[in-house]
């Protein structure tokens, strides 16, 4: 993807946010920086200070959590037209708990957050977008904990396949368990019991 096509990519990503204007759009594009993951490559590690907010164009990440004996749990997953940050590190400063790490490539528009909420503070729209954001990521978060509180593990992951569609695909199955909260064996179990093995 070269700067125009990216540019393009990140207008449709906001466009299907909030109705910008061209000129509420031209104002931001310089403020972002475009780059590509390769799969398994981080954004950032725990403890990183995170001052940006990444965008995924295109592709599938994780966020992680590493125990001390070196295990991981995934935190989220986060698919197009979602974004990767650490809200504890944009708001107090603080090192991050976790890692996010690309699963598939993945193309990345980035903006520093203190350049974000300049454009908020100035601009409606701009403010409309970061608050649409913000109740996005509490709403995942909201079904994400009831999921693990109410649904057994086939209702969380056939919950999974209708989030992910056919992106599910690009993922792999330990992944996918992980972020589960379940073995590989038992998502194995499940994916047999639902045929799709």
């Avoid at 989220?76 to 107090?92: E, M, N, R």
């Amino acid at each position: 993807m070269d700067e125009l096509e990216n540019r393009l990519f990140l207008t449709q990503l906001l466009m299907q946010v909030v109705q910008f204007n061209e000129h509420e759009i031209e104002l931001a594009l310089d403020f972002f920086s475009f780059n590509t993951f390769e799969p398994e490559s981080h954004l950032f590690v725990s403890q990183d200070i995170v001052t940006e907010v990444h965008f995924v164009l295109s592709g599938i990440g994780r966020y992680y959590y590493l125990d001390r004996d070196g295990k991981e749990f995934n935190k989220s997953l986060v698919k197009q037209g979602g974004a990767f940050t650490s809200i504890g590190s944009l708001v107090d400063n603080s090192p991050s708990p976790f890692y996010a790490q690309a699963l598939t490539q993945c193309k990345i528009a980035s903006i520093r957050y203190d350049e974000l909420v300049t454009l908020a503070e100035e601009n409606t729209n701009w403010g409309r977008f970061v608050r649409k954001v913000y109740e996005r990521l509490a709403l995942k978060k909201e079904r994400r904990e009831a999921s693990f509180l109410l649904l057994n593990a086939q209702q969380r992951y056939e919950q999974f396949l209708m989030e992910f569609g056919s992106e599910s695909e690009n993922i792999a199955l330990n992944q996918v368990a992980m972020y589960l909260g379940i073995t590989d064996v038992s998502l194995s179990r499940i994916r047999k019991k639902m045929g799709l093995t």
